[in-house]
């Protein structure tokens, strides 16, 4: 029979280490010792209606669940070294949340941490709102579907990612990245895509300044842009807008083809570029 901890409050330092097997429930994990890495080592447990107000409490986690639970700002750097894991219909704002893990599923979250999900594999996030400076940084093998993200310097050196019906309120995002598709989006912000590569959008919405700079072999397919002003600059892209886009500068390859462009600007280029603009039926450049 699985071990029950239930109604208990742990404030010690390592107070359930090297758990395995268990299932807690309605416990608090905070007080005066103030004990770091309360479930370090754990494996085959879960977690369900608990809070967390101190550091470093699921280290090294192995085949857990998290669910219903909390997690404050005093949680630092909550999970680290975790594998297998499901954390689901859980607030947490403790910073640095999830570094170099693997085969993590969050789903039903709301998540306030700069620095989340630094260094990981294999993370599926579905149906959550996410806050974080510097979200997924240098992580690969991400699945993404309803997320509705916001802060700065997002997805950054990211290997393989799918994103599909979400809303990305950022800036500089996807700087680096490599085989990313966005799908059925919003992506607002500043400095789009710089240096990417294979990067790929299908019935998005782009909004922001400079988007799109410096990308090899980026493809945006029936998609919209707005205020998107000296878009493409030095860029290899095949693109195929609905509507207007404020102005492009300088794509080096490929064919972009819209219903109308402001200003399509051709001139300073500091390499060869031999792009072309396509305003519906009419070559423009």
């Keep these: 029979m699985i071990q029950e901890i239930n109604n208990q409050t742990f404030d010690e330092e390592r107070a359930l ?10 416990c608090k994990f905070a007080g005066a010792a103030d004990g770091e890495s309360v479930l370090k080592e754990g494996r ?54 999830l570094r170099e893990c693997t085969d993590i599923t969050v789903s039903k979250c709301s998540v306030q941490s700069p620095e989340f999900g630094w260094k990981c594999k294999n993370l599926n996030i ?3 709102q996410i806050d974080a400076v510097y979200f997924l940084f240098e992580s690969k093998n991400i699945k993404i579907n309803n997320l509705k993200m916001t802060g700065k310097y997002s997805f950054q050196y990211i290997r393989n990612m799918h994103i599909k019906n979400s809303t990305l309120d ?6 680096h990245g490599k085989d990313i598709v966005v799908e059925n989006s919003v992506i607002k912000g500043e400095y789009l895509g710089w240096f990417s590569e294979n990067l790929t959008f299908i019935d998005c919405k782009i909004i922001g300044t400079q988007p799109l700079c ?18 493409f600059e030095y860029s290899d892209v095949e693109a195929d807008i609905k509507g207007h886009i404020v102005s492009v500068k300088n794509p080096k390859s490929g064919t972009i083809v819209c219903d109308s462009a402001g200003e399509i600007i051709t001139d300073d280029a ?16």
Excluded at 17 to 26: I, T
Aim: proline content about 2%; overall charge neutral.
């Design 170 to 175: 950022t800036k500089d995002a996807f700087w």
């Design 126 to 128: 579905s149906d959550s």
């Design 214 to 231: 410096y990308c090899k072999n980026l493809k945006l397919i029936n998609c919209t842009m707005e205020d998107t002003d000296l878009s």
């Design 17 to 26: 280490y090297n758990l395995n097997g268990a299932l807690v429930k309605d």
């Design 270 to 285: 500091v390499i060869e570029c031999c792009g072309t603009v396509k305003i519906r039926e009419n070559l423009c450049a």
């Design 44 to 97: 085959n447990y879960k977690v369900q209606n608990c809070s967390f107000s101190l550091r470093y409490p699921m280290w090294h986690a192995k085949n857990f669940s998290l669910n219903a639970s909390s997690m404050d700002e005093l949680t630092r750097a909550p999970l680290w070294y975790c594998d297998r894991g499901t954390i689901e219909n859980c607030k947490i704002t403790g910073v640095k949340c």
